[in-house]
């Protein structure tokens, strides 16, 4: 073993120091000069890692706050982690469980004595306890324990959803974190006490609370907790069904799995899908006056998919559907907007040509033939072939693109004729009660195996695009998202145990030199609690065809 490593830190300074020397002992100041936020993690050669990591070969290391991807991600977990450890301080006989993300926070369902909801006082108790265990800063150990020590420990607590997700490991050591007498699964790295934990508030909502926190782009700052009543109902509706289904965590569907029981949990989840599609094909329906069918929803949500079975409800309905796509209004990629870094912007409302589009729009609506256009992504020019569109009375419009929520993009359209569908991938299921799956994993996942697959991408092209498409997604889709009329949910329980099959090669072929390798390493580390799955098992019309191949769809 080498008895000393060089480090060359992100400054470009180059350190000498002792083999085994942990990460957090180079730290000279524990605050970026730039912002003032706390230090609570590095990346060492392109991984994200804990202060106690220990160098035994020569590394870079850029040390992280919560202003960045990597540091918010130990900021929530950790902060995940102080706030289950303090409800069992405080509430030991509550059911308590971190749902699903709202805006910036965390919305987490509490019941006490068979009471759901949290009162002001209970709110207000739970963050005091928090911010004392946050100004001792007491210590979050990270600890390596055998396996048996591990289930002994979870079994003990009655923490059984750890228990149920450790089933399927075989891992000589189980790596948990430890604060006081709580301690936890490690889903990924966490800060080594509880001090820089200090940017939060507890907001009393629903049957539950959200705990609210800053965004990387508003640290240390606590945007405003403004409720997005629409998406709430939504999650609250396929919790139900996760209650349907028998599942709301990855051990319990790895149970289902190992027991071969699963073609039948798809065939109910399946089915809950096409329940769903029908309502929304009653509702639009029911109304003759509704023309324009408008579709949003961000990145990898299945909407084609989605339009192509919502088409099919709605001549069951006795609606003949028409489909146009926003992207052949594209305008010529000359005039294409650009990103501050100067690359072609085309998540900008005005990558497409809206004055185009809305005189044609108007030009359907007044009941006249229009030339449709086709847009060549190979020469990035609006071409028109001949061919033309006049709408008959019973015919409606499917106009998807990621702007259809944007009041902006049709204007010319009266707004009783308009009937808004925001679809998403609403993940409701967890690796445990208090460690959740982020939605927005669930479409990079399927967009990583989609984009391999269709596009020709590596993984590694996928995850350099996914901050800017994150960030088009923020300024041009979620705003939006509160104006729909209904809101479909494209996620499926069952798909990530299909996907990590497909994707854990693809985020293998990451290296160490790569600046995406943190990435996908939390990915890989995710992905492994999945017990694989078949990619026959899903129906030829289902979602999740769309991104793996073999759908019945045309796309």
Request: charge should be negative.
């Amino acid at each position: 073993m080498k008895k000393a490593v060089v480090i060359t830190l992100e400054s470009g300074q180059k350190i000498t120091c002792p083999a085994q020397t942990m990460t957090g002992e180079l730290l000279t100041d524990l605050r970026d000069p730039i912002h003032g936020l706390p230090y609570i993690g590095a990346l060492v050669n392109n991984e994200l890692v804990t202060f106690a990591y220990t160098l035994d070969i020569d590394s870079t290391v850029r040390f992280v706050t919560m202003a960045s991807p990597g540091g918010m991600q130990i900021y929530v977990r950790s902060l995940s982690f102080l706030l289950a450890k303090s409800v069992k301080d405080l509430y030991p006989n509550a059911h308590f469980s971190v749902e699903h993300a709202l805006g910036p926070g965390l919305y987490c369902e509490f019941s006490l004595d068979g009471k759901p909801g949290m009162t002001e006082e209970q709110a207000a108790a739970l963050e005091a306890h928090m911010r004392d265990l946050v100004a001792s800063d007491k210590p979050i150990h990270r600890q390596r324990i055998s396996y048996t020590a591990a289930i002994d420990q979870f079994t003990r607590n009655e923490q059984f959803d750890k228990v149920s997700l450790l089933r399927f490991t075989n891992t000589p050591k189980i790596v948990t974190y430890v604060c006081e007498n709580f301690s936890d699964l490690a889903t990924g790295p966490m800060t080594r006490s509880c001090g820089p934990l200090q940017f939060f508030q507890i907001i009393p909502y629903q049957t539950g609370f959200v705990l609210q926190m800053p965004t990387t782009e508003s640290a240390p700052n606590i945007p405003e907790f403004k409720p997005i009543q629409l998406l709430s109902d939504t999650f609250k509706e396929y919790n139900r069904w996760g209650r349907i289904l028998g599942v709301n965590t990855v051990g319990r569907l790895n149970e289902i799995i190992a027991a071969n029981e699963i073609r039948d949990f798809v065939k109910v989840a399946e089915a809950l899908h096409e329940k769903k599609i029908a309502a929304i094909a009653d509702q639009i329906a029911s109304n003759r006056d509704i023309k324009w069918i408008l579709i949003a929803g961000p990145s990898s949500s299945g909407k084609t998919t989605f339009a192509e079975r919502l088409a099919i409800q709605l001549r069951v309905s006795g609606l003949r559907p028409v489909t146009l796509g926003t992207d052949n209004y594209f305008v010529d990629r000359a005039h294409t907007p650009r990103t501050p870094a100067g690359e072609y912007d085309f998540e900008h409302l005005h990558a497409v040509d809206v004055e185009v589009l809305n005189r044609d729009l108007a030009a359907l609506d007044a009941g006249e033939e229009i030339d449709l256009p086709t847009f060549d992504f190979y020469t990035g020019s609006r071409l028109y072939k001949g061919r033309k569109l006049r709408l008959q009375e019973d015919q409606v419009v499917i106009l998807e693109g990621i702007h259809s929520l944007n009041p902006e993009l049709t204007p010319g359209l009266p707004g009783n004729r308009k009937f808004h569908i925001y679809i998403s991938a609403l993940t409701q299921l967890n690796l445990d009660n208090n460690n959740r799956i982020p939605t927005t994993d669930n479409r990079l996942i399927r967009r990583l195996v989609r984009d391999h697959r269709y596009r020709g991408h590596s993984a590694t092209r996928t995850l350099e695009m996914w901050p800017n498409v994150g960030r088009g997604e923020r300024t041009w889709i979620f705003p939006f998202q509160e104006r729909a009329d209904a809101v479909f949910n494209s996620a499926l329980d069952y798909e990530l145990a299909i996907l990590s099959v497909l994707a854990r090669p693809l985020l293998s072929e990451i290296k160490p030199h790569q600046t995406v390798y943190a990435e996908a390493r939390r990915m890989l580390e995710f992905l492994s609690h999945f017990h694989p799955l078949s990619t026959e098992i899903p129906p030829p019309t289902s979602i999740i065809r769309e991104f793996i191949g073999g759908s019945d769809f045309e796309y």
